[in-house]
């Protein structure tokens, strides 16, 4: 049975509508409703007459002007989330938007939101990538986002990866997926459970129109390898954050289609699969260069050299993947707004930068 992730609308001005919910909250009388509407009418009113403070009075009269007669119980749209058996009444999606991205305003203007709500990114890799496609999602940076990962929650991924103990055992693309919805159901998400692979990776690129961005965060070599193959064909930007040093790397294959992967620091590779076998200390002369291993933090050069003797994987912090979450964001938007056009490698390193 497949893991729900999408929730549920229902519009009151539908009929059918009404009585699916009504059916609904008969079938599962445990389903706990929030209705906040009345606070969300009050902060819209409040954000459009930004000029003058209005008194509690002023701020009824104008809810009602707005409600135009519509009873408050069938304005809107109710939002059921299966998974945590809520129901949840919200503004319509233009209303809902506008206002949540109200304090956006003038770092992103309306205009530009517009335009953001059009894009499509994608992330590979929900570990590191969760914080990232979260804060896309805050930020509102596109309207669709894809999420690719074949992993399940960890107790150990728990150090930087944002989810609670009740998640142990849930796909991280599931997650994240549900997360997003609960931050706003009107983002687009596209999960693939089978993580990246040779034979889906076109449609997550391509299918249902081409991404604008992808974000890669994923681990294994051969997959960030031909991720950035088939984007480059593609003509989509790659961006990837490694948590260390805060190594940004940004790839514009839209802008140069022969632009090389990785900065040319990469040998030629003729066959990917073979990368699939290699040992980690096989994987260095590729590893090293794609990761920065020259520019590396000492601590984590040296925990490099304990991976299979006092660790079993890289160590990644909570801080490093929230500024990279922040990064990439950042980037993101740039790029999508036509507001940056470097491609290139760079870092925003605490311990330069604050001494």
């Known amino acids: 049975m ?26 599962q009388p445990y389903i706990r409703v929030y209705d906040e509407l ?10 459009q007459h930004p000029a003058r403070r209005l008194s509690e ?25 299966p998974w945590t058996a809520k129901l ?25 939101r517009d335009v953001l709500q059009e894009k499509k990114i994608g992330v590979i890799g929900l570990s590191v990538g969760q914080t990232i496609a979260l804060t896309l999602a805050m930020e509102r940076v596109c309207g669709e986002l894809r999420l690719a990962d074949f992993d399940d929650v960890e107790l150990t991924n728990m150090n930087r990866l944002r989810t609670t103990v009740d998640n142990l055992g849930m796909p991280k693309v599931i997650v994240a997926a549900r997360e997003i919805a609960e931050i ?21 690129l391509t299918g249902g129109g081409k991404l604008d961005v992808l974000v890669e965060e994923c681990d294994g070599i051969d997959v960030k390898i031909l991720s950035r193959q088939k984007a480059r064909k593609h003509r989509i ?7 260390d040093r805060g190594m940004l790397d940004i790839e514009r294959f839209d ?10 620091l990469i040998p030629p590779i003729e066959d990917l699969g073979m990368l699939k076998h290699l040992s980690n200390e096989e994987k260095i002369p590729i590893l090293g260069p794609m990761a920065g ?18 660790i079993t994987t890289w160590p990644q912090l909570a801080s490093s993947v929230m500024l990279g979450g922040a990064l990439v964001t950042d980037t993101c938007r740039r790029i999508l707004l036509d507001q940056l056009k470097s491609s290139g490698r760079y870092y925003v390193d605490f311990d330069q930068l604050i001494q």
């Open 255 to 264: 802008l140069d289609p022969e632009y090389p992967l990785l900065h040319g």
């Open 2 to 27: 497949p893991i729900t992730f999408t929730p549920e609308f229902f519009y009151p001005d539908r009929a059918a509508d009404q009585a699916a919910l009504q059916q609904l909250l008969q079938a």
């Open 184 to 204: 706003d159901p009107y983002i687009q998400v596209k999960v693939y459970l089978d993580g990246a692979t040779e034979a889906n990776l076109d449609d997550f």
């Open 57 to 81: 009075a002023e701020s009824a009269a104008a809810v009602e002007a707005h409600l135009n007669g519509v009873p408050q119980d069938q304005y809107g749209v109710w939002v059921f989330y």
């Open 237 to 243: 930007p790659v961006v990837m954050d490694t948590n």
């Open 38 to 47: 009345a606070g969300q009418l009050r902060e819209l009113v409040k954000v």
């Open 293 to 310: 291993m020259a520019d590396m933090s000492p601590r984590m050069k040296y925990s490099l050299g304990e991976i299979g003797k006092t």
């Open 88 to 112: 949840v009444h919200l503004l319509g999606k233009e209303e809902f938007i506008a206002l949540r991205t109200s304090r956006n305003m003038h770092k992103i203007t309306a205009a530009e």
